[in-house]
């Protein structure tokens, strides 16, 4: 059994620990207002939050922080009495480093991600650099959902993203709109995966919970929907064609009696073997007069993968 004497202690080492960290962490803001900079400079050119960011930066008083341990932490002198650590105490570093995340996703096409909340901004940075160019030039679409623009601000201070700003498949939904923005950047891209997984980080906006977890789920939910009544309608339109229908149809058509045989192809533009093999098929079929049509994936970022098979109708 724990004593109080024991817990007493512990506080006391936390407290002590917080006070060396305020003491002997702190990050120099003329280095800090370069790196800021230079991503206002490079954000500037596609956002029009940028001077919100600005904004949010220049009315707090934020005192960033970096550990012994690499964790960055923000702390806030205007709140209370005593102040307050932003948007939590703590580590809020990937879980994962960026090699052992990479390992993970190397030669593999990965679904999107969401990050809900940036916290301080360090997983946005390793997620980002591990899922790039993850097969071939394929990279998952990367939501960022954050209704704090202080929070992208602190994050822009201790991060070099010129990189991540420029890169379109980093989908930003900030300020008080952030689900929103989130929701419409999901509809605006129906032919994407759907996100498998959210990155929660701790939030800075107590008067704003998160909504991404709902919306996503709402997101799915409709996709299965769609597909479900997509299938019902081809089983209805297919379903008084029997093997004998078939029988005539394929008769008909190789015959030169009845309409052409109709092959549509689906492959991926991340196999050249698939390609090539899906091309010759096609061009074999079309020979004998078939009307072919092959399709193939063109965006790198959506990740829409379908397996290869091919449809006669």
Request: hydrophobic letters at 40%; glycine letters at 4%; charged letters at 25%.
């Amino acid at each position: 059994m724990q004593h109080a004497s024991d817990r007493c202690a512990e506080f006391a080492d936390l407290i002590a620990s917080l006070l060396q960290i305020r003491e002997s962490g702190l990050i120099n803001l003329a280095t800090a207002r370069q790196t800021f900079a230079n991503n206002l400079a490079v954000a500037c050119n596609r956002f029009d939050w940028t001077s919100r960011i600005e904004e949010a930066w220049r009315s707090a008083s934020l005192e960033l922080h970096r550990t012994r341990e690499g964790d960055f932490l923000a702390f806030d002198p205007s709140i209370g009495l005593e102040g307050r650590w932003r948007p939590v105490f703590g580590r809020m570093r990937a879980p994962a480093t960026l090699q052992d995340i990479r390992k993970h996703v190397e030669r593999r096409i990965v679904a999107p991600i969401v990050f809900d909340g940036i916290g301080l901004g360090s997983q946005l940075d390793v997620y980002y650099k591990a899922t790039l160019d993850t097969l071939l030039d394929a990279s998952p679409l990367l939501y960022v959902a954050e209704s704090s623009f202080l929070a992208v601000a602190a994050a822009m201070h201790l991060h070099d993203w010129r990189e991540l700003l420029q890169d379109q498949r980093v989908i930003w939904c900030l300020g008080d709109t952030a689900h929103e923005q989130f929701e419409s950047a999901l509809v605006a891209k129906p032919h994407a995966t759907p996100p498998q997984n959210i990155i929660v980080a701790p939030i800075w906006r107590e008067d704003m919970p998160s909504q991404v977890s709902n919306i996503l789920s709402s997101f799915k939910e409709k996709a299965v929907r769609a597909v479900t009544d997509s299938r019902r309608k081809a089983e209805s339109r297919y379903h008084d064609r029997d093997a004998p229908w078939w029988a005539l149809r394929y008769r008909s058509a190789l015959a030169g009696t009845g309409p052409a045989l109709r092959v549509m192809a689906i492959t991926s533009r991340f196999t050249t073997v698939l390609q090539y093999s899906t091309r010759d098929a096609m061009d074999a079929l079309k020979a004998i007069g078939c009307d072919t049509h092959a399709h193939r994936s063109r965006r790198s970022k959506c990740c829409f993968i379908h397996r290869g098979h091919v449809h006669v109708c």
